[in-house]
């Protein structure tokens, strides 16, 4: 069955409300950070730069990327989709067009990210899509990577 469409859109000046206020499940707040806390990340520090993914004109989830001078992997991080839009294969379509978006990137031939072991969702979604963990740890997170094909 194929999933939905999603289209990441850059988050800047005029559409960042569209993303601010979307929010995980209660139970899920101890994997992530609030994106409003996100947004100031990418605002004010020049590391990370948002995205919101999109169904239509509908935003239904956020992450971020950016690229890590010491090693030169590209990093996602901040992955929520909305509570009220999980479990309709979003988060999947949102992971993939990430990759796809970083793949055309000049110089991007690895993707990186992490999170906390026990976090199990996400973690099946991204060995679904290709990420293996490495051993690295990130404070209480683990790091998975993506090594991407030359093509
Ligand atoms: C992780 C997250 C982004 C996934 O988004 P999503 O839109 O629900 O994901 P999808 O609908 O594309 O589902 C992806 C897979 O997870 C599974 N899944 C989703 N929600 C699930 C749940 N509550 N319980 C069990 N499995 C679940 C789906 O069945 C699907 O598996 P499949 O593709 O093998 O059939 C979302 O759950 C989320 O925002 N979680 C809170 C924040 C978070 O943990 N972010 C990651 C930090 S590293």
């Known amino acids: 069955v ?3 469409t999603i289209t990441l859109r850059e988050i800047n000046r005029s559409n960042w409300r569209d ?4 929010d995980v499940r209660e139970d899920q707040r101890r994997f992530v950070a609030p994106v409003s806390r996100y947004l100031c990340l990418c605002a004010y520090e020049d590391v990370w730069r948002p995205l ?3 169904d239509g ?4 989830g956020f992450l971020m990327w950016g690229r890590d001078p010491a090693d030169g992997s590209h990093w996602i991080g901040g ?5 009220a839009k999980q479990g309709q294969g979003y988060g999947r379509a949102m992971l993939a067009a990430a990759v796809e978006f970083l793949r055309r990137l000049p ?3 690895q993707i990186a990210l992490s ?3 026990e976090n199990a969702v996400a973690r099946a979604l991204y060995a679904s899509l290709g990420f293996v963990e490495t051993g690295e740890r990130e404070g209480d997170e683990v790091v998975a990577r993506l090594e991407l094909g030359s093509t």
Not at 19 to 22: A, Q, W
Not at 57 to 60: I, L, S
């Open 2 to 4: 194929p999933g939905p």
């Open 19 to 22: 993303v601010v206020d979307l």
């Open 52 to 54: 919101g993914g999109y």
């Open 57 to 60: 004109d509908v935003p239904v």
């Open 79 to 83: 992955v929520v989709v909305d509570a």
């Open 107 to 109: 110089g991007c031939t």
């Open 115 to 117: 999170y906390q072991p």
